[in-house]
């Protein structure tokens, strides 16, 4: 396994986790090689980056020594970059590439920019992240665009499979340039004990919004949902949004929390009446509402990314139409038989879509490709 943390923790670091220990559970010999941006100076990343990577020799001594049959990789940049991928190729073994953003044409990966999502940049012309200094300096943005831009065909070369964590996010990527030849679609599986033997939404006492507290979320699409619908709601996580999003709950029936560890995280699952997932950027694959599935809730989520296909059509809106929102929360908040009956629905779902076993089965039939 292949991993450069972000400097922000997220879903990809769990799913990375979750990954790891579903393989040493079925009996397989792995080994992670991990690098992190927190770590490194910004002039590092840099050359990293631009170079294609740093100390690649390493990944491919690592191949050698623990003799791997397969690399699978997550996010190389900076780090690790394409070179990692030949290394792991010349000392025999196969790659495979986990894409669970947009990090190979977007410098901030999430494809978001000014309330909305933002795919300008394609294939290798990431000269819109420039001139819209998506990674805040001009001088930064300059790196990113010319880093992504050289690597992108080299990691092409070098990846014998890419993985995608929706069908929503596998068609963005085609969209902006992935090759069709040699990808699958393994949405996020939950860990065996992730899933409640009933729903519990019917007595539930609140409404749930977790995530990192950042813009993209639209919080504050939940916050004046459930102000309007006179419902208690619950934000647990933590970013640079939280000063404004306390500003728009005040005098609201609104607690933030901050990021809980897992085990608290679930017991707030478990006494909520639905979740809210109000996200105006594309998620690839959110954890937030595959928990919240997998709990027994309700879910009510934006129209777009991978939203429609995880939770249904019938169950998302626009994440700008706060009145919707408010209209959708209130009816489901007053109505307890509607949440138990949804919450039970997203169970059945969730246990036959998001359960370790098919998602052991197709990746090995990813490796074995």
Known sequence: MLHNRYRAEGGEERAVNGIEGLLRRRGHEVRRLERSSVDTSRAHAARG?????????????????????????????????????????????????????????????????????????????????????CRGTVGEAVVYAAGLALQQPHIFDHVDHFVTVSHAAKERLFGLGLPRDRVSTLVNCLEGDSFAPRSPAARGAYLLASGRLVEEKGMDTAIAAARAAAAPLIIAGSGPDRTRLERLAAGAEIRFTGRLPAGELAELRAGAAAALVPSRSEEACPYSALE?????????????????????????????????????????WRDPAERERRGRENLATARSRFAEEGYYTALMRVYAS
């Open 292 to 332: 919240a599935m997998a709990s027994g809730l309700p879910v009510l989520g934006s129209d777009l990314g991978a939203l429609p296909e995880l939770i249904g059509r019938d169950s998302v809106l626009s994440p700008r139409a706060v009145g919707a929102w408010s209209q959708a929360v209130g009816a489901l």
């Open 49 to 133: 980056l631009l170079a294609g990577g740093v100390d690649s020799a390493q990944v491919g001594r690592s191949v050698r020594e623990f003799g791997a049959d397969v690399v699978h990789a997550h996010n190389l940049h900076p780090l690790f970059g394409w070179r990692a991928l030949a290394a792991a190729r010349a000392a025999g073994a196969r790659t495979v590439l986990h894409l669970h953003n947009f990090r190979l044409f977007c410098a901030i990966a999430v494809a978001y920019r000014d309330g909305g999502p933002c795919f300008a940049c394609r294939g290798r012309d990431t000269r819109p992240g420039v001139r819209f200094r």
